[in-house]
T-cell receptor, first 114, second 113 residues
Framework: ETGVTQTPRHLVMGMTNKKSLKCEQHLGHNAMYWYKQSAKKPLELMFVYNFKEQTENNSVPSRFSPECPNSSHLFLHLHTLQPEDSALYLC?????????????FGPGTRLTVT | GIQVEQSPPDLILQEGANSTLRCNFSDSVNNLQWFHQNPWGQLINLFYIPSGTKQNGRLSATTVATERYSLLYISSSQTTDSGVYFCAVVSGAGGTSYGKLTFGQGTILTVHP
């Protein structure tokens, strides 16, 4: 595997389900990010992790719970989601969280909440 | 926070045509990236260009940081160039020190054979 990978690529879940999204980066980076892309809205940052520590929560509802066990893996745990949470969730990584670092994105997980 | 505006919102071309996409931003930047989002949602890195000019094959980009804009040039367009092109920046202004990318709304490019 190379670059940034995400699983699953597609997910359909009910509002009462609990599911997790997984991201893995093979670039030797130390910072990882979750972004959300909703229909007709710009991509927006959700969370930032730097050296496994969460450094930013961009006012994300608590039904989204991130986890970063090491610098290569990032999870997004989902529970009691709403239909408006249906979106493309993208993971990214960079060398560190510095402002000038280039970010590389995974292919995304397309989530549908029914 | 920093504002990012892209133009045009939509662009339709015949194969072989050239095009210019523009990105305006409202403050100084430490990072500016151009991406191509394919039909499956993957964001493909085109350029990391907070300033200066770069070229990669038929694509080139120029960022004039002092005037707060960047241009993406596509020459001899192909049908595979179709998709959404995003400009994203990290503000160089004070406050947070982390690499929060702020995205523009994108330009939807359609290239017809």
């Amino acid at each position: 595997e190379t670059g940034v990978t995400q699983t699953p690529r597609h997910l359909v879940m009910g509002m009462t389900n609990k599911k997790s999204l997984k991201c893995e980066q093979h670039l030797g980076h130390n910072a990882m990010y979750w972004y959300k892309q909703s229909a007709k809205k710009p991509l927006e940052l959700m969370f930032v992790y730097n050296f496994k520590e969460q450094t930013e929560n961009n006012s994300v509802p608590s039904r989204f719970s991130p986890e970063c066990p090491n610098s290569s893996h990032l999870f997004l745990h989902l529970h009691t989601l709403q239909p408006e949470d249906s979106a493309l969730y993208l993971c990214a990584s960079s060398q560190d969280r510095g402002r000038g670092r280039e970010q590389y994105f995974g292919p995304g997980t397309r989530l549908t909440v029914t | 926070g920093i504002q990012v505006e892209q133009s045009p919102p939509d662009l339709i071309l015949q194969e072989g045509a050239n095009s210019t996409l523009r990105c305006n931003f409202s403050d100084s930047v430490n990072n500016l990236q151009w991406f191509h989002q394919n039909p499956w949602g993957q964001l493909i890195n085109l350029f990391y260009i907070p300033s200066g000019t770069k070229q990669n094959g038929r694509l080139s980009a120029t960022t004039v940081a002092t005037e707060r804009y960047s241009l993406l040039y596509i020459s001899s367009s192909q049908t595979t160039d179709s998709g959404v092109y995003f400009c994203a920046v990290v503000s160089g202004a004070g406050g947070t020190s982390y690499g929060k990318l702020t995205f523009g709304q994108g330009t939807i490019l359609t290239v017809h054979p």
